[in-house]
């Protein structure tokens, strides 16, 4: 019997192992995606661009830096095929040793992962789904019209107005706090913190995150200054968090609770609710919006200096749908499709976050004949998306909101069978994507189509008398921002001024 089942034994035996050695060897032969050969241990430290690093990658590249592997993907149909259709394998966080772990930036949506990551995008997607953000539009024109009256005031700093509007209209929505001024230290916090977010989780920005040996290293070693910065940080975005999510409680306690998404929040679920879940959640969409759509809102001036013939467009079909006699609401949005196209326009032209949200794979994957190792970061190449001249034309670097217009508009995004509508690239993939899209849509639209409606932008004359037009510069970051430049913003006639200083009826609320 013992020798009847070594006979049979042996050879299945060997088949298994033959069959486990040829696939691995199988395996170990599929090549990773092209890209740069590198050097040993750096790998391709040395390729890395320093900074504007979407400009550099194209399609799909493999590089490895200090043992990590990156893929960049500047493709919608590869970042479909990967972060949609695969996302349950492609939905793993980057590690951020300096920004994620030392600054505490974790706690935000965009950084967590696994059961924490769901929880919090479910939380913050109760209050920020395209039903109801509905409930907000009657805040967000009167903040809108708030923002007109600034401009008024002060042309120049139109920059710093489109911050404090962000702010004001974010604080009001998620905490039913009213900024009463510009320099109301809780914008001053959110300033630093997002300033500090885009440099804290830059890739390749921190030499801990390739070493991660050194968050050990005590902050009096020569060289571990990053310990204390960190502190710092780590600091700030908790008051940035608790702050104003404590004084929602303690109106709450005492009845003076102003209607919010934190209230609503707590109030569903007052014995079951995770408080910190909440927290976190607001946290992150005041953190997001305070930095993402004032960059959006600059972008657009810059475009309207540029391009005069799509400002005198957008104020034709604003003067002919809602006329001059009021100032536009959301009731109009959809008699006025080339205001419509303008925003996407805008998010497509001005890329914010140019490399998008980074991807982590949990597991080995192999696509199109690639091998792509488990814990390889995917970062999308958004800035290279929104400038395939094989969904947008050849003119891509023009701002012209026609492309989206027409019998055959340009897809603002992408959708497959099973995968979701996209409004824009800009917003992200998969199981990544910002919660908060709809609410910035919805307040670059109100916002611009105001602006547009009342007051004319046009460029500063030089000394030579010619006109002093804005260059495509922009900052490096993970959100990044027009480099200064300077306009003429006034209202467009006297009676575009009456409207502005008196005030105008809410057709919304």
Known sequence: MSNLLVTIGAPICTLVIVIFGWRLFAQRRIPVPPGPKG?????????????????????????????????????????????????????????????????????????????????????????????????WQWLQEEEAHKTLRKLVQCPAEFAKQFRSNAASSIMKIAYGYELERDDDP???????????????????????????????????????????????????????????????KERMAVGTVIPSMTAQLLERNKESTDEELIKNALGSLYGGGVDTTPSALTSFVKAMLLYPDVQKSAKEELDRVVGQERLPVFADRSKLPYMNALIKEVLRWATIVPLGVPHRLIKDDVYNGYSIPKDTIVLTNIWRMTRDTSTYGPDVDSFRPERFLGPNPAPQGFSTSNTREFGSPLFGFGRRVCPGEHLAEASLFITCSNILAAMDISPVMGDDGMPLLPDMEYSSGVIVHPTPFKCNIRPRSPNAAELINRGRPTLSH
């Open 186 to 248: 809780w914008l001053h916090t959110a300033n630093q913190v997002m300033e500090e977010f885009s440099e804290g989780c830059s890739p390749g920005r921190w030499m801990v995150d390739g070493l991660p040996f050194l968050k050990h290293v005590p902050a009096w070693i020569p060289g571990a200054g990053f310990q204390n910065t960190a502190l710092i940080c780590k600091d700030r975005i908790d008051h940035m968090f608790s702050d104003p999510f404590n004084l929602v």
């Open 39 to 135: 050097y040993p241990i750096i790998g391709n430290l040395l390729d890395m661009p320093k900074e504007q690093e979407w400009l550099v990658f194209r399609d799909m590249i493999y590089v490895s830096v200090l043992g990590q592997h990156f893929l960049v993907v500047s493709s919608v149909k590869i970042a479909a095929d990967l972060l949609e259709k695969r996302s349950a394998i492609y939905s793993g966080r980057m590690r951020f040793i300096f920004g994620g772990e030392l600054c505490n930036y974790n706690r935000g949506i965009a950084l967590k992962e696994g059961t924490s990551h769901r929880e919090a995008r479910k939380c913050a997607h109760r209050g920020l789904n395209s039903t109801a953000v509905k409930q």
